[in-house]
């Protein structure tokens, strides 16, 4: 995929799961936790959280990409 080692694959998809799931909690927590009011957040259906988390897991996979092709290391996509 793009060049990468099969070690920067699995860091990059550990990532942008990861930020997928904390994306889709942050966002969907509020309704459980009985949140009156947030700038129309609560109002979203289940599928737009999602799919709102979805960009950021994304953005993560771009970034991702992008540590690995620039950062000091070809197996990581920290960027130090």
Known sequence: MLGLSMEAVRDVAERSVR??????????APVVLGA????G?????????????????????VMGVLG?????SEDD???R
């Open 68 to 72: 690995v092709k620039a950062g000091s």
């Open 41 to 61: 957040l609560l109002s979203l259906s289940t599928a737009d959280k999602a799919a709102t988390a979805g960009i950021a897991a994304v953005f993560t996979v």
């Open 77 to 79: 996509a920290s960027v």
């Open 19 to 28: 930020t997928f799931v904390q994306t889709f909690l942050a966002m969907y």
């Open 36 to 39: 009156s009011s947030l700038g």
